[in-house]
Structure formats: structure tokens, C-alpha cells
């Protein structure tokens, strides 16, 4: 039996009766980039946030590296990196800064690993300009910083590119791209891109009002439709993805 770096069995989360993610079985290999699609207001974030132990699930279970997250924290949360919608960081410091920060809560070597963190994800060490200044593009590359800092083994990123300009995109990409194949770690990244995913993951799990549509392979998913966006509109009632 294959053994999986993150494996949900019948995930759910409602709020206030409200099904946002509806009885979700992930599968994610490790070592391997993982594309969750779906449109804005899919439930991809809750989902995630369920795996970071943020929110609580309705029902169903989980595991992060062959174990449950609770009562395991203090063993999974340091192979864990994440960046979940809009980064967070004090807007009266400059980039530089807020990392020491984080990096001093988790007793690493502040001026070393913050300056290589930065350098990682394009963005100047010791830079004067203030976080509150940062552009939507560099916000989400200094929050890509962050979830680096403790070098990780699995990354959970919520749209890692949003914001970012076409060659803002085509760097991250190819950035994830090296952590994967040359680093070995493991990436669930969400996006809705239908070209981006397409261009980026290994594997591919389609959500669409909180229901997994479709989880395969981006080759086998090819293998099997000619137009992706024609099957993608097909299985979500016409709207497609983006």
C-alpha cells in the first residue's frame, strides 16, 4: 500500500450549516507537486486551514506524514510551511525585519537564514522600504520567504502567485518546481489557473463547491480529455475554472 505525505478520508467542514468542503479524500505522494483547482470560493483555503490544524473539521479525518496532526503537533508543525491567503506581517516593519522575527520564534540563526529566505524568493536583505509599502507581488514572495524560513519538507501554498506579473510567475514557478525535483519536498499549491497548474503539478485534484470532482495525474488527465478547458466546463456545470 502506497504511503502518502498528506491523506484525507471524508474531510468535511460546514459553518453554520453551510457545506464548504464536502467529504474530500486527497491522496498526495511524496515528492510531488500537487494542483488543488478550483474556482474562487471553492473551499481551497478551508481545506488547507483544516490541514494546518486552523479550523477544525466537521468530520472526517486526516494525517500528515502517516499521523494524526493532534497530539503530534510539536513533531509535525516544524516540517511544515505554509503560506494561506493574504500574508501577515507587521506593516511598520520592513521585509527584513518581520522575518527575523519569525525566525527568532523558532530559534534559528536569524541574520543567516532570513538573508537566504529572502534571496530564495527574490526579495533585498536589509532593504529600507516598510512591509505596509510592499506591493501585492512582493507580499506574497516575502510570505513564500517565511514558509521557507525552517526549510521544510511539505509546503502548503494558497495561490503562491497571485499577484505577481507573468515573469513574477514564470520565477516562483520554476523556484517550486527545483524545491520539488532537486530538494525533494512535497507541494500542495492551489490555484485558479487552469494553465498554471497545468504547467506546474505533478498531480492534479479538481474542487468545485467544496466536492472533489477529479483527482489523477496531469498526464493521465491529458491522456484522456484533448481540451481541458472544454472538460473542465463539462464538470463543473458549464462555469469552468477561472
Do not use: W
Amino acid at each position: 500500500m502506497e504511503s502518502f505525505i498528506i491523506e484525507t478520508k471524508q474531510l468535511t467542514k460546514k459553518y453554520k450549516g453551510e457545506l464548504a468542503v464536502s467529504n474530500v479524500n486527497l491522496h498526495i505522494k511524496k515528492g510531488s507537486i500537487y494542483g488543488l483547482l478550483g474556482r474562487n470560493g471553492a473551499g481551497k483555503p478551508t481545506l488547507m486551514k483544516m490541514l494546518l490544524g486552523l479550523t477544525p473539521p466537521t468530520s472526517g479525518t486526516f494525517t500528515l506524514f502517516d499521523q494524526t496532526l493532534t497530539g503530534h503537533e510539536k513533531q509535525l508543525y516544524p516540517r511544515i510551511g505554509a503560506l494561506i491567503e493574504t500574508p501577515g506581517f507587521y506593516p511598520n516593519l520592513t521585509g527584513t525585519e518581520n522575518l527575523e522575527i519569525f525566525a527568532r520564534l523558532r530559534n534559528l540563526n536569524a541574520s543567516h537564514t532570513v538573508k537566504n529566505a529572502l534571496e530564495t524568493v527574490g526579495l533585498p536583505f536589509r532593504d529600507k522600504k516598510l512591509f505596509r509599502e510592499y506591493s501585492l507581488g512582493m507580499k506574497q514572495r516575502l510570505g513564500l520567504a517565511n514558509a521557507l524560513l525552517h526549510h521544510p519538507q511539505l509546503l502548503i501554498l494558497d495561490e503562491p502567485t497571485n499577484g505577481l506579473d507573468p515573469i513574477g510567475i514564470a520565477e516562483i514557478r520554476d523556484f517550486l518546481k527545483t524545491l520539488c525535483k532537486d530538494h525533494g519536498k512535497t507541494l500542495l499549491v492551489s490555484s485558479h489557473i487552469l494553465s498554471e497548474i497545468d504547467l506546474l503539478a505533478d498531480d492534479i485534484g479538481i474542487l468545485d463547491r467544496g466536492v472533489l470532482l477529479e483527482e489523477c495525474s496531469i498526464k493521465t488527465l491529458k491522456e484522456k480529455n484533448d481540451n481541458l478547458e472544454n472538460y473542465f466546463k463539462t464538470i463543473t456545470g458549464g462555469k469552468g475554472i477561472a
